[in-house]
């Protein structure tokens, strides 16, 4: 039999001659790869810096042109963290030399709406009334008490403002933060979300100061808006919504849940932040502890689980042992229902627990601002008498605060260096007091902003009308310009202008003027309420009033006006030497109009220049050769001197 010749198939071997060939890419080829994107986004954030792309996040800049030498908290950093709101809340127009004087003593302070004096203006602030109280005692050093405090912030953006701060070399740092915890940007509640991860957040708030990634944002917006329909419906339904009620993502957090418990953590852990970084910088720090009303204000939502009772049947029984006589069970009630209020607008007592402790870690000053509240309400519990709301202090309130943070600042001695006028407490209040510049339109203008704030969420039922407001009836001429200041169809400060004007004309000269000194308090170096006011003296022949705000603006912004006036009013004073000293000044400016040259003619005759008054006249001639007065002056100079 033939054998058949079985096929054998080869195995396919490798070919190690053509592996050997091929070699792996060098190291820098990778690196380029990891380049090239950096690469891109450094060019593309230069590029957006060119074209001026985005919002400029820079903390602290000039303004106006008014002022260059100032700086500001920018107006435009609230909406650095207010990412979803329409109407981001403003900022406080504090400004402080961009070059610090020697003689400065320069004051930060942080917090929320409390900080920043809502719902009044600035100037009824605890930091406006502290500045003011160090300049009357201190009247030789520049005073700068900088408000960094926001509405409906919380620490993670006060985290964010330290090292700005800590560049502009502060002398001492105040801090009352706490209540916005919650609900304030970025919170653990809050609209404004991006969840409980400190680091997370941390990093987001860091990423955007780059336009780049304002651009990312801005493309995901906008892509968001393309496919979902309910943006602008809900936009409609919530513009009218006061900042309070937008701000409320969550709104039952009740006492040891875990976003409350979640609330703790990232308060202790961005305070923890902002104390060391104090500390690191060698910066003295004084903290308040946080106060707030019990007494008058029911919790805001009640929620009764199977371990806790409901805020609103522990709140009764405090009412009910308060109406008996037990202040002591009422005192422990009222501040349990509030621990168990579950929309949580006022701070847990943990907050305060933890202000204490890292105080004390730190060695910084701590106010028992709390305590001292509670000695000055009866049966020593926080009331409407020293709040105008849930937790905004009233003007007593600020006051207290103030002086609380100047009454330790005296007792560590951290105040001005220079020297300090001899003037006891009870008339430095007084004098304070007396010069308060707060108007009965700034009083109507807060009164109106707490009706818009507890006639709606959550002080009642959401969609409940605003009956307080709706009832608001307007008695008179100052009711009116409130009402339009409210419905922004009127600027606060021309407001104030408007009522300065129907003052001048009625011929109420002191109303006229406390208008316009509320202005000048806010705008301190703003040169306008000043020269609306001195025109308005001095043509009221108010000349020691023209006087006294005539050597304030001088002091800020000298320029033609200042000193043209301050020499016609002390000519008009018979104070010639004063009035040449002025108008020699004067008439070196390319504004010199006529009446200068001829009042500095007059001058020149008071001090016995007939040569120099000649001149001076005819140069006022000169500029308007119909000037009679100045001619037949000029007449009679002149054949006096040729009698000589």
């Known amino acids: 039999m033939k054998k058949e010749k079985v096929n054998t198939v080869k195995p396919i071997t490798k070919n190690t001659s053509s ?87 320069r004051v930060f302070v942080l917090g929320e709406s409390s900080a920043a004096g809502w719902p009044y203006v600035p100037n009824a602030s605890f930091s406006r009334q502290l500045k003011r109280k160090l300049e009357l005692y201190y009247p030789g050093n520049t005073i700068e008490v900088i408000n960094c405090g926001i509405s409906a912030i919380n620490t993670y953006t006060i985290r964010d403002f330290v090292p700005g701060i800590i560049k502009q070399n502060p002398d001492l740092i105040l801090i009352y933060t706490g209540h916005n915890e919650y609900y304030g940007a970025l919170g653990v509640g809050s609209t404004v979300n991006l969840g409980n991860s400190r680091f997370l957040i941390n990093t987001y708030i ?61 308060f202790e852990g961005n305070f923890d932040d902002i104390l060391s970084w104090f500390k690191e910088a060698n910066i003295p720090v004084i903290i308040g502890n946080l106060t707030c009303n019990l007494k008058d204000l029911k919790p805001f939502v009640s929620v009764k689980t199977d371990e806790l009772p409901a805020a609103d049947e522990i709140y009764n029984n405090a009412q009910k042992y308060y109406n008996a006589g037990d202040i002591e069970k009422a005192k422990e009630l009222f501040l349990y229902a509030k621990e168990l209020d579950a929309l949580r607008f006022r701070a847990p007592q943990q907050i305060n627990n933890i202000i204490k402790d890292l105080s004390q870690k730190y060695n910084f000053e701590m106010i028992d601002i709390d305590s001292v509240f509670k000695s000055l309400s009866p049966n020593g519990i926080v009331g409407y008498n020293l709040t105008v709301d849930h937790l905004h202090p009233n003007i007593d309130g600020y006051r207290l605060i103030a002086n609380q943070f100047y009454k330790r600042m005296e007792q560590i001695n951290f105040l001005p260096k220079g020297r300090k006028n001899k003037i006891n407490t009870a008339t430095a209040d007084s004098i304070l007091i007396a010069n308060f510049p707060f108007t009965r339109l700034d009083s109507t203008i807060a009164t109106m902003q707490l009706i818009q704030l507890t006639g709606q969420y959550p002080f009642v039922p959401k969609g409940t009308p605003n009956y307080k407001m709706l009832e608001f009836k307007i008695k008179d001429f100052v009711d009116s310009v409130s009402v339009d200041v409210i419905n922004k169809d009127i600027r606060w400060e021309s407001a104030h202008a408007k009522l300065s004007n129907y003052y001048f004309d009625k011929g109420e000269y002191e109303k006229c003027i406390s208008e316009m000194e509320a202005v000048i308090a806010e705008r301190p170096y703003f040169d306008i309420p000043y020269k609306d006011l001195i025109t308005k003296m001095v043509e009221g022949n108010k000349l020691d009033q023209a006087m006294k705000f005539l050597i304030k603006l001088h002091q800020i912004k000298p320029d033609y006006f200042s000193y043209k006036w301050l020499g016609q009013v002390y000519l008009k004073m018979n104070n010639s030497v004063n009035a ?30 007939n040569e120099e008054a000649i001149k001076a006249l005819q140069k006022s001639i000169n500029l308007n050769p119909q000037n009679k007065l100045a001619i037949n002056f000029y007449n009679q100079l002149s054949a006096l001197d040729k009698k000589r």
């Not at 000044?585 to 016995?608: C, R, S």
């Open 19 to 105: 592996s050997k060939n091929t070699k792996k890419p060098p190291k820098w080829f990778y690196l380029i790869l990891i380049l090239i994107p950096v690469v891109f986004v450094i060019l593309l954030e230069i590029f957006l810096n060119i074209v001026n792309y985005g919002k400029e996040i820079e903390q602290f800049i000039a303004v106006s042109y008014y002022h260059p030498d100032k700086i500001y908290l920018n107006p435009d950093l609230p909406s650095k963290y207010f990412f979803n709101i329409k109407a981001a809340p403003s900022v406080l127009p504090d400004g402080f030399d961009k070059v610090k004087k020697e003689n400065a003593f």
């Open 206 to 266: 860091w990423a955007k100061d780059f336009r780049t990634f304002q651009l990312i944002q801005s493309a995901i917006s906008w892509f968001y808006r393309l496919f979902s329909s309910s943006d602008s419906d809900d936009y409609d339904n919530k513009k009218n919504e006061t900042l309070m009620s937008r701000m409320i993502g969550e709104s039952l957090i009740t006492l040891n849940s875990d976003s409350y418990n979640s609330g703790i953590s990232q």
């Open 580 to 609: 040449l000293k002025y108008l020699k000044e004067a008439v070196n400016f390319k504004d010199a109009d006529y009446q200068t040259w001829y009042n500095l003619g007059g001058a020149y005759f008071l001090n016995k220049q």
